[in-house]
């Protein structure tokens, strides 16, 4: 209203009677007079300012002399108005500030001396001026202006309360009765305060609680829960932290909820919890019926009272909330990560702690202990939800059931299985299916019923850090006799170990002159072209080779299981790039053979290409030989070629024996005793596999055919190659001297005609054409020699490169092959490479020194 303008006094009344209604209660009237005559003796409280300056400065005038009065009490009390000035700042304008402000600062300061009239407000058990603002603030409001909106004050307690069109608004519509007026029974209050904790505690709303549904959390209610002091509404709230602990745990069993565990082991655990739960509810039902009994009963000696409540729900809150703790950490997890997160607070330092997880756990492998026993004992399973550490693969070929049928699924392995026990109980269901369908075996499992007792009665000996209890006693025993059942099957039946002799001998050619018998008789077949070959026409020469190296007990059963292999071929390939052996066997042992047949191929094919080029070389010098008697006209012509030719011949045989040597020997005839001591001491067939897998690494790597040595075979196939170029030249050379040696004869025979005929001697044009076929000769005898020191050069610098990679190698076999290989130093002195000290002689000979030294 403007300054001319008289003030409406009825309206004023009415609103402060709804003031003194809502502030004072019962004593509204007695308050209402003193206000009035207040208002009387002081008209300026209600007058309004006309500039936003002037509003300003009676404003800082108002606040400042209230915080005066304020600090002659207390400095607390300054703290809280200054809260409640804050907020009423942010709330509403200047203009309405200043009215509020000076009205009740002129209320607080009659409150001295109208004690004794009543004007005291008590509304939360604090008198003075800190009271009367925190009601005040508390529950009224004042209209912006602005079209008759409302407005929202929010008090410290964080409640609002809605205003409507007018200076002061009216709450009585919007607020119940009941918490108009407080309740003047302590008790009264109290029971009704235990009643909302029950409440609470069963994530239900109450009268002074107020529950958030999303986070499930409890806050007071803005209305009633004004009515508490400080004291009852803190522990209200800390007791209903049991509620917000209980609505936590209860989402985990609500299976329309996000937080629901699935699968078998989450069932056993949901189960654990509800009956968690269901103790729980018992305890809340004891204490809702003490409850109804004090009601009935009244006053008594004995009543139930918030701080007894807390003490009764201690233990229930903190087993709710280690319940919701575990619970979360099991969040999105099945089958062995279940078990798994539960099991890291088995060790936990608390007793009750400890109680709990194990309860769970317990209850949540209940899957496990099911799935246990049918694998262990019937090599099934049973896991329609894939939460079994051991998972079962379709569409495996008959020749991979035991190596990939199988196997651990790493991520569902709880953690109190070790990887050693783990795997152990994969090998007996695997013993268990390969015996029944491999092996057609079908005699029970050791010690079942045993085996399935302890897992009923003590599964729980899983989770325990001893690996001496009377379950994994057990699981040991049971792993080694059925793993021992497999292998008497695999080695005496059906004779495993003969037939990886007969591997080692025919494949790796470790029998006598088998490969050498073999070369010899398949020489003019596999010189032809590949597609041109047929195995059947090869067979037979086998099969001969084999009766001339093996004995008569052992050839039958070789013959059967022994069979030739073509690769497949490429345009222009010979007999000699398809050519390979295999090696074929029938029941169980499949399982060992089948999946390692290209691995023996490989092998097979670099071992036969040493072993040809062995050969050829043994032609080369047999020839060479041969042709120092057959070619004695013409030795002083080509006595310098057969020279360099010797001298190539024996380094290159040199180098082949040795690698041959190396080879046969120190490769594969080590490895093949080192594979036969350990399959005499193996438990199980996954044993026997290990050894013989690295049985054949070694074999990989000791002769050049695994990726870590793929330089060295590099190197060898320039070597071979050297060998190719001097077989080759070697026939063009013999070719070129047969001719010069038929027409020597031819001339010698036209001589020995023409005497014959009178004629005595040959004409000049017989004898200009000799002469020309001499020249010939010897221009083509300059270009074999250069040839030949073409390839001798070629084939020197191949062995130097392959010496570096040996003598640089850190395997020390190799590093000892390089030395055998240049035992004269000759390559050595000529590569510069091999005097570096990176080299093993040189290693060696620092090593010496500084040992020498010491």
Same mark, same amino acid.
């Given at each position: 209203m403007s300054r001319n303008q008289q003030p409406n006094f009825p309206v004023i009344y009415e609103l402060l009677k709804q003031l003194c209604q809502n502030l004072a209660g019962n004593r509204s009237q007695d308050v209402l007079k003193e206000v009035t005559r207040l208002i009387a003796n002081k008209p300026n409280s209600i007058a309004c300012h006309s500039t936003t300056t002037s509003v300003a400065a009676n404003e800082s005038t108002i606040v400042a002399r209230i915080n005066r009065l304020l600090a002659a009490r207390s400095q607390a009390s300054v703290n809280v108005f200054n809260g409640f000035y804050e907020e009423l700042v942010s709330t509403t304008d200047s203009k309405q500030r200043t009215p509020i402000l000076e009205f009740l600062f002129h209320l607080a300061d009659s409150d001295k001396s109208a004690s004794a009239s009543g004007l005291q407000v008590d509304l939360r058990n604090d008198v003075g001026f800190a009271g009367t603002l925190d009601s005040a603030f508390s529950k009224l409001s004042v209209d912006s202006g602005i079209s008759g909106s409302q407005r929202l004050v929010k008090s410290r307690s964080g409640g609002t309360v809605s205003g409507s069109t007018g200076s002061l608004c009216d709450t009585k519509a919007l607020v119940p009765d009941d918490a108009q007026l407080p309740i003047a029974d302590p008790n009264e209050l109290e029971d009704l305060l235990i009643q909302d904790v029950i409440y609470a505690c069963t994530g239900i709303e109450g009268k002074y609680l107020r529950k958030n549904f999303v986070t499930g959390e409890f806050k007071l209610d803005h209305i009633h829960g004004r009515n508490l002091n400080a004291c009852d509404a803190g522990m209200l709230l800390r007791l209903a932290e049991v509620g917000y602990f209980y609505n936590k745990v209860c989402r985990f069993t609500n299976p329309k909820s996000d937080s629901y565990l699935m699968g078998n082991f989450g069932q056993g655990y949901i189960t654990a919890l509800e009956k968690e739960l269901t103790n729980y509810y018992g305890l809340i039902a004891n204490l809702q019926e003490n409850l109804d009994r004090q009601r009935q009963a009244g006053d008594g000696a004995e009543r139930m009272t918030l701080i007894r409540t807390m003490v009764w729900l201690v233990e229930p809150m903190e087993r709710l909330q280690w319940l919701a703790v575990i619970s979360e950490a099991c969040r999105e997890a099945k089958g062995g990560a279940l078990a798994s997160a539960i099991h890291k607070f088995i060790w936990h330092g608390d007793p009750m702690v400890r109680t709990i997880s194990r309860e769970l756990l317990l209850s949540a492998c209940i899957p496990l202990q099911q799935m246990l026993t049918q694998w262990l004992t019937d090599g099934k399973i049973v896991d329609p939800h894939c939460e079994f550490f051991i998972e079962e693969?379709?569409?495996?070929? *008959? $020749?991979?059931?035991?190596?990939?049928?199988?196997? #651990?699924?790493?991520?569902?392995?709880?953690?109190?299985?070790? $990887?050693? /026990?783990?795997?152990?109980? +994969?090998?007996?269901?695997?013993?268990?299916?390969?015996?029944? @369908?491999?092996?057609?075996?079908?005699?029970?499992?050791?010690?079942?019923? %045993? +085996?399935?007792?302890? =897992?009923?009665?003590?599964? %729980?000996?899983?989770?325990?850090?001893?690996?001496?209890?009377?379950?994994?006693?057990?699981?040991?025993?049971? *792993?080694?006799?059925?793993?021992?059942?497999?292998?008497?099957?695999? =080695?005496?039946?059906?004779?495993?170990?003969?037939? +990886?002799? &007969?591997?080692?001998? *025919? #494949?790796?050619?470790?029998?006598?002159?088998?490969?050498?018998?073999?070369? @010899?008789? /398949?020489?003019? @077949? /596999?010189?032809?072209? &590949?597609?041109?070959?047929?195995?059947? @026409? +090869?067979?037979?020469?086998? &099969? &001969?080779?084999?009766?001339?190296?093996?004995?008569?007990?052992?050839?039958?059963?070789?013959?059967?299981? /022994?069979?030739?292999?073509? #690769?497949?071929?490429?345009?222009?390939? $010979?007999?000699?790039?398809?050519?390979?052996?295999? *090696?074929?066997?029938?029941?169980?042992?499949?399982?060992?053979?089948?999946?390692?047949?290209?691995?023996?191929?490989a092998l097979f094919k670099q071992l036969w290409n040493m072993k040809r080029f062995e050969f050829i070389m043994y032609g080369i010098w047999r020839n060479h030989m041969l042709s120092t008697r057959c070619y004695k006209p013409i030795a002083n012509d080509i006595s310098v070629i057969k020279q360099h030719l010797q001298t190539y011949c024996s380094k290159m045989i040199n180098i082949i024996s040795q690698m041959q040597y190396y080879i046969l020997y120190e490769v594969i005839e080590c490895s093949w005793e080192q594979f036969s001591a350990r399959v005499k001491q193996v438990k199980a067939l996954d044993d026997v596999l290990e050894a013989h897998d690295k049985f054949l690494e070694r074999i990989r790597t000791g002769i050049f055919v695994d990726k870590s040595t793929h330089l060295f075979n590099s190197c060898l196939e320039q070597i071979f190659t050297s060998v190719r170029k001097l077989d080759e030249w070697q026939m063009n050379f013999y070719k070129l001297c047969n001719r010069e040696m038929d027409a020597r004869k031819a001339f010698e025979d036209y001589i020995k005609s023409s005497e014959a005929k009178g004629t005595y001697g040959v004409n000049a044009e017989r004898a200009l054409e000799r002469d020309e076929e001499l020249q010939d000769f010897e221009t083509k005898l300059m270009q074999c020699q250069k040839a030949l020191i073409a390839i001798g050069v070629e084939y020197e610098n191949s062995v130097g490169h392959l010496l570096y990679q040996l003598a640089t190698s850190p395997i020390e076999s190799l590093t000892q092959l390089c030395m055998r290989l240049d035992y004269n130093e000759y390559y050595k002195h000529r590569d510069e490479r091999l005097s570096v000290p990176l080299t093993f002689q040189h290693m060696r000979k620092s090593m010496a020194n500084n040992f020498g030294r010491k």
């Open positions: 693969l379709t569409d495996v070929g *008959y $020749n991979r059931l035991w190596h990939d049928e199988f196997r #651990l699924r790493s991520s569902m392995v709880p953690s109190f299985i070790p $990887n050693t /026990l783990a795997k152990q109980i +994969l090998v007996i269901g695997k013993s268990i299916n390969f015996l029944r @369908e491999i092996c057609k075996d079908r005699v029970p499992v050791p010690e079942r019923t %045993d +085996l399935k007792k302890c =897992l009923d009665e003590h599964l %729980d000996y899983l989770y325990s850090p001893h690996n001496n209890t009377e379950l994994h006693v057990l699981i040991d025993s049971v *792993y080694l006799k059925t793993s021992k059942r497999v292998l008497d099957i695999v =080695l005496g039946p059906h004779q495993l170990f003969t037939h +990886l002799k &007969a591997v080692r001998d *025919y #494949l790796l050619l470790g029998q006598g002159n088998f490969a050498d018998v073999l070369m @010899e008789n /398949l020489k003019e @077949e /596999l010189d032809r072209p &590949a597609k041109d070959i047929y195995q059947q @026409e +090869l067979f037979s020469i086998v &099969a &001969a080779a084999v009766r001339k190296s093996a004995d008569e007990q052992e050839e039958p059963a070789v013959l059967n299981n /022994l069979d030739v292999h073509f #690769l497949s071929p490429c345009e222009g390939d $010979n007999g000699w790039d398809v050519f390979c052996l295999t *090696y074929k066997v029938q029941g169980p042992l499949v399982t060992i053979f089948q999946p390692v047949q290209c691995t023996y191929r």
